[in-house]
């Protein structure tokens, strides 16, 4: 079965990092291009970050220089490192399969459930 | 504030059909056959219902079709059904170099 399965959320204070986890099952991690996509309480979606099949990454103006998209094709497993956490970037954050691996149709076949992140003082 | 307008809420009734809007520019719905849909019910993950204006994924029922015109895209239900009640968002490709932009949600309840 084809799931997607992330962790790592939690609640920390602004300047803080976090480190997000989501667990590819039923494909290879490496064989399709991942986003990470976050909504915050109450606004639509947001795109923060892909990594295409061929490792190549790129990051939201918002989140450029403080994010970071990788993947362990050992553990089958996308991240998303989070440094310099803002109280802005409080949000629930999903990991997604675009449905082209090269992003052109702006549209995503498998969502996981997301983990919420909570940046408070 | 989402770069594509959704209605906050619609609402019908067993058996009916409703529409819902999304409005964007010509630099994202507007220009390209690239919208899709996506249905959320509470704490799940989203599930695509339409892609590329009004292609369905294998398994999505023919109840739920899409459309566009202009610089808006929507999405019917026909035979709206209790188990239909969710959040419904879309996206678009956008010329701007976040490639996908989202509507911000309409909250679909089945009286």
């Known amino acids: 079965e084809v799931q997607l399965v992330e962790s790592g959320g939690g609640l920390i204070q602004p300047g803080g990092s976090l480190r997000l986890s989501c667990v590819v099952s039923?494909?290879?991690?490496?064989?399709?291009?991942m986003t990470w996509v976050r909504q915050a309480p109450g606004k639509g979606f947001e795109w923060v970050a892909i990594i295409y099949s061929v490792g190549s990454t790129y990051h939201a103006d918002s989140v450029e220089g403080r994010f970071t998209i990788s993947r362990d094709i050992s553990k089958n497993t996308l991240y998303l490192q989070m440094n310099s956490l803002r109280v802005g970037d409080t949000a629930r954050y999903y990991c997604?399969?675009?449905?082209?691996?090269?992003?052109?149709?702006?549209?995503?076949?498998?969502w996981g459930q997301g983990t919420m992140v909570t940046v408070s003082s | 504030q989402s770069a594509l307008t959704q209605p906050a809420s619609v609402s019908g009734s067993p058996g009916q059909s409703i529409t819902i809007s999304c409005t964007g520019t010509?630099?994202?719905?507007?220009?390209?056959?690239?919208v899709s849909w996506y249905q959320q019910h509470p704490d799940k993950a989203p599930k695509l219902l339409i892609y590329d204006v009004s292609n369905r994924p294998s398994g999505v029922s023919n109840r739920f079709s899409g459309s566009k015109s202009g610089n808006t895209a929507s999405l019917t239900i026909s035979g709206l059904q209790t188990e239909d009640e969710a959040d419904y968002f879309c996206?678009?490709?956008?010329?701007?170099?976040?490639?996908?932009?989202f509507g911000g949600g309409t909250k679909l309840t089945v009286l």
């Open positions: 010509s630099s994202d719905i507007g220009g390209y056959n690239f």
């Open positions: 039923g494909f290879t991690v490496s064989s399709k291009s």
């Open positions: 997604a399969r675009p449905l082209s691996d090269d992003f052109s149709r702006a549209s995503f076949d498998i």
């Open positions: 996206a678009s490709y956008t010329i701007s170099n976040t490639h996908v932009v």
